[in-house]
């Protein structure tokens, strides 16, 4: 472990001056040209310089299904970071993982969770950030003998949102569809229309990656109190929101725990949104 012994200094705009990662180089893996989404946030604060390098991120799965993802969103991304460090020799690195389908709480909507991942060896600094959101324009179409794809076109936003066009048994005829001629002679009755969720074919999906980088950008400039390594931030909650009735703790969360991800320094803070007392509707006692 290496990291600096005193707090960086601010200045008086939003990038840190002393900051540990102050026009450090971090390699990000990509070949989706997610450095346009990822490079300006991490750019403002901490002042990272990001580098994509060429690495088959494919190998790690793909939205079409002709090669599964193994394990979960946050492995994959870690997987890729590692392989983009590899492959550039640098010592940070950065990488993300997209996952889509049902939305999580919303029936019958879609949903997509983004993943970052960031690596720092030296530091021995492992850090991932997921978003939920609803934005996406995951979708799917069965073209039939007569039906009509032009609904379905205008909702998913063709042709600045590509498609990927499959036959009845799952093969992939063509991604990456963008251009109306092409996509007519494809549309035929059994062939499936899916929106190409790879990132430099869908905006959509490009600006949840850009916001997501805010975050971390956010998360790696602040320092831990303890040991002054980057990326100090939520870890855990804790449970136990009083019931505003009886008092009683109840299952909301109370408190959010910070720490680092270096050494073990913990520290408390409030809820963010001030609320110090649950509903009884959510207390075991006052509603069993």
């Known amino acids: 472990m290496w990291c600096r012994s005193t707090p960086a200094k601010r200045s008086t705009g939003a990038l840190l ?9 971090a390699a990000l893996a990509t070949q989706h040209g997610k450095l346009r989404a990822l490079g300006p946030p991490l750019a403002r604060r901490p002042g990272l310089i ?25 492995q994959a991304a870690l997987a890729k970071a590692r392989a983009g460090m590899a492959a550039s020799s640098l010592t940070l690195g950065l990488a993300s993982e997209g996952s889509f389908g049902p ?9 997509g969770v983004e993943t970052l991942a960031f690596i720092d060896a030296q530091r021995g600094l492992e850090l991932t950030l997921s978003a939920v959101s609803r934005r996406t324009n995951f979708a799917h179409h069965d073209v039939v ?8 076109l205008a909702r998913i936003g063709f042709p600045a949102h590509a498609l990927v066009v499959k036959a009845q048994d799952g093969a992939v005829l063509a991604s990456g569809v963008q251009d109306m ?15 190409d969720m790879r990132a430099h074919l869908n905006p959509t999906r ?3 990656i850009r916001a997501l980088a805010g975050r971390l950008a956010a998360r ?17 909650v804790a449970r136990g929101l009083p019931c505003s009735s009886c008092g009683s703790a109840t299952q909301g969360v109370q408190a959010i725990i910070d720490g680092c991800g270096v050494c073990s320094h913990r520290e408390t803070r409030p809820r963010p949104d001030g609320v110090t007392a649950a509903s009884p509707a959510s207390c075991d006692w006052c509603n069993p």
């Open 50 to 74: 990001v580098e994509p390098v060429a690495v088959d991120t494919d190998a790690f799965g793909t939205f079409t299904g002709t090669m599964p993802r193994t394990g979960t969103a946050a």
């Open 181 to 195: 001629a092409q996509l007519s002679a494809l549309a035929w009755p059994g062939n499936r229309l899916e929106t």
């Open 103 to 111: 939305h999580p709480w919303l029936p019958f909507g879609a949903g």
């Open 145 to 152: 003998a007569g039906g009509d794809i032009a609904p379905f």
């Open 206 to 208: 490009m600006a949840a």
């Open 220 to 236: 790696l400039a602040r320092l831990c109190p303890a040991c002054a390594c980057p990326g100090f931030g939520e870890v855990d």
């Open 17 to 25: 001056v002393d900051h540990p990662y102050r026009r450090a180089r």
